[in-house]
């Protein structure tokens, strides 16, 4: 496994919509654990592949259950509405008050290509839709209500 450079905002990969995912490879398969590694490691809670530069629909969330892994995603139900403070790994330091679904169903595959639904509230309802959007070439700052605002997060001390 490896740390991959995550791609901050500004980069044109950001923007561009990501490709489905038709098989298993041995290098989908690195890609995947590469992204577990490198959100863990930059304390995130998801990571779409776009974010590390690589135009595929795949995405991994762990909101403190363990990784979750997505691959060509698609929201199936939303329902309710959360507001509240969103960043993202691609705008390091950075913040805005967005507005998501409480609950969100997803349909997707997981890392052995086998379909899952998968349902979620709060903040795992929030990651699913960041994450999807991400795949769209779409970021959080699309939906802000109002500016960002800076944000510093404290290391964990170990």
């Not at 038709?22 to 890609?31: D, H, S, Y």
């Not at 698609?74 to 705008?91: K, R």
């Not at 699913?128 to 109002?146: A, N, P």
């Amino acid at each position: 496994m490896a740390l991959r450079t995550i791609r901050i905002q500004g980069d044109e990969v950001l923007n561009k919509r990501c490709r489905e995912v038709t098989e298993m490879t041995p290098r989908i398969a690195t890609l995947i654990e590469d992204m577990i590694e490198t959100m863990d490691h930059a304390n995130g809670v998801g990571l779409a592949a776009c974010q590390v530069g690589i135009l595929k629909r795949i995405v991994v969330i762990d909101v403190g259950d363990g990784p979750i892994v997505l691959i060509n995603p698609e929201i199936l139900e939303t329902e309710g509405s959360q507001t509240g403070d969103e960043g993202c790994l691609s705008l390091p330091g950075k913040a805005g008050v967005v507005t998501r679904p409480n609950y969100v169903k997803v349909r997707a595959l997981d890392e052995n290509m086998v379909e899952r639904e998968l349902e979620g509230t709060e903040l795992l309802a929030r990651a699913f839709c960041h994450e999807i959007d991400h795949l769209d070439g779409h970021l959080y700052t699309e939906l802000v209500e109002g500016d960002l605002f800076d944000v510093r997060y404290e290391e964990e001390e170990e």
